[in-house]
């Protein structure tokens, strides 16, 4: 059963302290997408890239954030320095890609996030 | 994307149907309608997809109606499982973006 893995499931740490999340899609999936969950906000695009290039980062705060595909079954968000308000479950997804639809986007469990 | 409107709650019996509502007035003619949930702790889970035409699959069935306005997500016979926040989105690209929902309570 093809799942989309996230680790670490759970990151506590401290404000300033640089946090590093990892994705890996399902194989064959061309698209990756990286989601924020919050109470106050929802769910929220941060970024996608296809066939590994990053198509769209518009939902990332460009400041401290990054997101990179070091190769097709790797997706990394990097927060440095990590900030209180960032605290959120992130959510990576993957999809194969559409021709003349989009497809269905398949989920991670999320990384929940605490910034102390 | 088409901005989408949707009850924030429902109330459903176990084993009855639920009929999950969304408005997409202003959905443009070649943007899709999709239906995702999201069952507590979990990531988002996809049910279904239409364009114009009704759709079934094992899990739902989407009607549309004719002029695309607003769509039904229906689950047949709901379970306790089905307990979840059902969110209706409207996409033209690979950028979802998903509203509040509707969060489903299935009663026994």
């Known amino acids: 059963d093809a799942r989309v893995t996230q680790t670490p499931r759970h990151k506590v740490t401290e404000m300033g302290q640089e946090v590093t999340m990892r994705c890996q899609p399902i194989l064959g999936h061309n698209t990756v997408f990286w989601y924020r969950q919050t109470m106050m906000q929802g769910l929220e695009l941060l970024a996608y890239f296809r066939n590994r290039a990053p198509l769209d980062d518009s939902g990332m705060p460009k400041d401290r954030f990054s997101a990179e595909m070091p190769d097709a079954t790797l997706a990394t968000l990097k927060i440095q320095p990590s900030e209180p308000r960032d605290s959120a479950v992130y959510f990576c997804?993957?999809?194969?890609?559409?021709?003349?639809?989009?497809?269905?986007?398949?989920f991670g469990p999320g990384t929940r996030l605490t910034v102390l | 994307d088409a901005k989408t409107t949707q009850p924030p709650s429902m109330d459903c019996a176990e084993g009855r149907a639920a009929n999950l509502p969304c408005n997409h007035s202003?959905?443009?003619?070649?943007?899709?309608v999709y239906w995702y949930r999201q069952i507590h702790s979990q990531g988002p889970q996809y049910i279904i997809h239409g364009l114009k035409n009704n759709e079934t699959n094992e899990m739902a069935s989407l009607i549309i109606t004719e002029d695309r306005k607003s769509s039904t997500l229906i689950l047949p016979h709901a379970t306790l499982r089905d307990t979840a926040v059902y969110y209706c989105i409207v996409r033209v690209n690979n950028d979802m973006r998903f509203g509040a929902g509707t969060r489903l309570t299935v009663k026994p």
């Open positions: 202003t959905i443009s003619g070649n943007e899709y």
């Open positions: 997804a993957s999809g194969p890609e559409g021709q003349a639809t989009y497809n269905e986007q398949f």
